[in-house]
């Protein structure tokens, strides 16, 4: 039995599609080269759900594609290559920066080669993965952690609503699990 906010106003169901703010829950998994995939990397079940605004590539361009047409309460299986995902791994993506400008996530007390850290940069704020840690600087990979690798995604969509005309016009979510500003 559906939500009465689970229907449009012509009392179809709401899907995805664009200009939809969607919000999901994930979690995702390496597959191997055998197609197996192994224990989940990520996930949001322990959290908030994602918010995204459909249209706008907020999200991969494998997950927007797999999601558009999807109502609230169904869930997806799907298997990313790079390409569709996070992208190949760039080669000279290597840089030294100062310590000072690295932010290291929350609940990493210490930075270690594999550390995950966000550097401030010409083009906003990138995560980037620390190779190598001297005394004043670091060299850090500004490949996305995930780039390269074939993800397999378990999503299942959790809300949908339409997205306000100011949300349209700077491309993203604002409020709860978006933007502030
Ligand atoms: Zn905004």
Redesign the pocket.
Known sequence: MADSKDLAKDNTPVKIGLNKVVSFHYRLAEVAPDGSHGDWMEESYDGQPLHYLHGFHNVVVGLERALEGKGIGETIEITLKPEEAYGPRKEGAQQRVPLKHLQLRTGDSKIHPGSLAAVQTDKGMRSVVVVKVGKFNADVDFNHPLAGRTLYYEIEVVDIREASA??IA?G?V?GPGG?H?
Do not use: A, G, L, T
């Open positions: 100011e949300e700077h993203h604002h933007h500003h």
